[in-house]
């Protein structure tokens, strides 16, 4: 089953955090997460395999900043594709029949003209060699996701579309609660992202991060408001904090559970984690979808 055809057909889970997990194996601050993809691929695998074994349908591919912006500030701006290919199929082998792998597209860092240097087609030129490496790694789907800037978005897909036609694209932004409703920082509302998505080829829509469950229901209401496209919900596992000089999060796996629930009243259907969510939380959302779904 390709994976627009499983997205028709149920509420998919996909996977948790990377970050904090690659922190927890010994990733020491500063470091580049997708070097790991060349010198730790063992701690990839066992990553994605806890989340299979959580019950994801779909995992992402350890690719956030992997693209030359970002990459440079660690010194790997030629090993763009490189990473990319290994973060895809380093996932791609642990996968289970019937699930699937997204390639992970993170924003690059940079403003765009007049507030920075780059252009909207050097940032298409970025992301292009990013997918790249990602597609013939052997993703199954595009999860462009944590963008700010409306215009950074469509870079992305363009990129993607100049690559090959056929790779499904997921879209989603990060939205704080303003004086003017929910807005990114960089002032983008809901409704004029999904306005600009409908525009596009993109198979479905919503928001990650942030701060935590509260938030993400009030976002995904809006979004269910004012759209009928297949909906993407990955919350932060509540707001980051200081403990023992460690951050910690403090959503309980449980506590993921109910946010699950009101989830699938609102018809989300893609529903997963972001920072700080553990296989654990995944387990939860895994559970609650079947008990619902499989109760009505």
């Not at 997205?7 to 010994?26: F, I, N, P, Y």
């Not at 469509?154 to 704080?176: D, G, H, R, T, W």
């Not at 303003?178 to 596009?200: D, H, N, Q, V």
Request: with cysteine; charged share 25%; glycine share 10%.
């Amino acid at each position: 089953m390709k994976f627009e055809q499983a997205l028709k057909s149920k509420v998919l889970v996909s996977d948790g955090a990377m970050g904090t997990m690659l922190q927890a194996r010994g990733l020491p601050v500063g470091h580049c997460p997708e070097e790991w993809n060349i010198s730790q691929p063992d701690v990839l695998a066992s990553i994605h395999n806890d989340y299979f074994a959580a019950g994801a349908d779909v995992v992402e591919t350890n690719t956030f900043g992997g693209n030359r912006f970002r990459l440079k500030h660690h010194g790997y701006e030629n090993r763009i594709y490189e990473f990319n290919k290994a973060g895809a199929e380093i996932a791609k082998k642990v996968c289970p029949k019937g699930k699937f792998i997204a390639g992970s597209i993170g924003p690059t860092g940079e403003f765009l003209q007049p507030l920075g240097s780059s252009t909207i087609s050097d940032l298409e030129e970025v992301f292009k060699e990013q997918i790249t490496g990602l597609i013939e790694g052997g993703i199954d789907v595009l999860f462009i996701e944590t963008m700010s800037h409306i215009d950074e978005i469509k870079a992305a897909i363009v990129a993607a579309q100049k690559i090959n036609k056929k790779i499904p694209l997921v879209a989603s932004m990060s939205f704080e609660k303003s004086a003017s409703g929910y807005r990114t920082i960089m002032g983008t509302g809901i409704p004029e992202f999904i306005e600009e998505m409908k525009k596009l080829p993109v198979i479905a829509i919503g928001a990650n991060c942030g701060k935590g469950a509260e938030e993400i229901i009030d976002i995904m209401e809006e979004f269910r408001q004012l759209t009928d496209m297949p909906l993407i919900a990955q919350a932060n596992a509540g707001l980051p904090e200081t403990k023992d000089n460690k951050i910690i999060y403090t959503e309980t796996p449980e506590q993921r559970g109910e946010l699950t629930r009101v989830l699938l009243s609102e018809k989300v259907n893609i529903i997963g984690g972001c920072c700080g969510t553990t296989p654990e939380h995944i387990t939860s959302i895994r559970q609650t979808i079947n008990y619902y779904i499989n109760r009505n």
